[in-house]
């Protein structure tokens, strides 16, 4: 009998979302966001109040992102509505995460990268104020979600794909834990594994537009959770 130990297992490498993920956006972030973005479009497209706030949730329903309809029908420059909607004064006050859960993160074995739609300032804002910056080995931002000169946040698979190789993150090792189904179908689409965060959708504006009952578990998902600390107990059963 072979006295050799089988060899272990490789850590899963998680890729995170972060509004509504990590922390609740839903009440800290969310209405402020909306409010600057339809200020955005009052100020630089002329538009009145009400019709710039159809025309942000008309892009965002179509695109997954108001920006890239901003982009491709306006000529607006992405750079200069990310830095012009993200600056929410204040906004590290409104921040946070139960102990527990960021405990758990810096604990959680394996790799971690922040992937979000969000730009890169922000991102690192709340990573800050929630003190989880240093849980994560990069942050993937919106701006590093170009493919071709075009922009392609998720849950556009072409984007993910690219990004996967360019940080050399095998895809059958990778689990990407999200609020938003949409980009949960795309990184299955893939063959990464996928956690649906489901703690704060409660208070999400987001989630009833999505047409998926908080207690299914739509075939694209592989686990649902409420909490953090919850992918511990599944961590050994992603590390294969």
Same mark, same amino acid.
């Given at each position: 009998?072979?006295?050799?130990?089988? *060899? $272990?297992?490789?850590?899963?490498?998680?890729?995170?979302?972060?509004?509504?993920?990590?922390?609740?956006?839903?009440?800290?972030?969310?209405?402020?966001?909306?409010?600057? =973005?339809?200020?955005?479009?009052?100020?630089?497209? @002329?538009?009145?109040?009400?019709?710039?706030? #159809?025309? #942000?949730? +008309?892009?965002?329903?179509?695109? @997954?992102?108001?920006?890239?309809?901003?982009?491709?029908?306006?000529?607006?420059?992405?750079?200069?509505?990310?830095?012009?909607?993200?600056?929410? &004064? @204040?906004? $590290?006050?409104?921040? +946070?995460?139960? &102990?527990?859960?960021?405990?758990?993160?810096?604990?959680?074995?394996?790799?971690?990268?922040?992937?979000?739609?969000? &730009?890169?300032?922000?991102?690192?804002?709340?990573?800050?104020?929630?003190?989880?910056?240093?849980?994560?080995?990069?942050?993937?931002?919106?701006? @590093? =979600?170009?493919?071709?000169?075009?922009?392609?946040? %998720?849950?556009?698979?072409? =984007?993910?794909?690219?990004?996967?190789? #360019?940080?050399?993150? &095998?895809?059958?090792?990778?689990?990407?834990?999200?609020?938003?189904?949409?980009?949960? %179908?795309?990184?299955?689409?893939?063959?990464?594994?996928?956690?649906? =965060?489901?703690?704060?959708?409660?208070?999400?504006?987001?989630?009833?537009?999505l047409g998926v009952p908080l207690?299914?578990? *739509?075939?694209?998902?592989?686990?649902?959770?409420? %909490?953090?600390?919850?992918? +511990?107990?599944?961590?050994?059963?992603?590390?294969?």
């Amino acid at each position: 009998m072979s006295s050799r130990r089988a *060899p $272990e297992l490789a850590a899963p490498i998680w890729l995170f979302d972060l509004d509504n993920t990590l922390h609740d956006a839903s009440k800290a972030v969310f209405g402020r966001l909306n409010r600057s =973005m339809t200020d955005y479009i009052v100020q630089h497209l @002329g538009l009145a109040r009400d019709d710039a706030d #159809r025309l #942000r949730m +008309h892009y965002w329903r179509r695109y @997954g992102a108001t920006l890239l309809g901003l982009e491709r029908h306006h000529g607006i420059r992405a750079a200069h509505f990310l830095a012009q909607t993200h600056t929410l &004064p @204040g906004l $590290e006050a409104q921040l +946070h995460i139960p &102990p527990v859960d960021r405990a758990a993160l810096h604990s959680l074995p394996g790799r971690k990268f922040l992937l979000t739609n969000a &730009p890169a300032d922000y991102a690192k804002r709340v990573l800050t104020a929630l003190d989880l910056a240093s849980c994560f080995e990069g942050v993937i931002s919106i701006e @590093g =979600m170009r493919v071709f000169g075009d922009l392609r946040p %998720k849950p556009d698979a072409r =984007m993910m794909r690219v990004v996967l190789a #360019r940080h050399r993150l &095998p895809v059958h090792r990778c689990v990407l834990v999200e609020d938003t189904v949409a980009n949960l %179908k795309s990184a299955r689409s893939l063959g990464l594994r996928t956690v649906w =965060m489901q703690h704060y959708l409660r208070h999400n504006p987001h989630g009833p537009e999505l047409g998926v009952p908080l207690h299914g578990r *739509p075939s694209w998902v592989c686990v649902r959770i409420k %909490k953090l600390r919850t992918l +511990h107990r599944w961590a050994r059963t992603a590390s294969r």
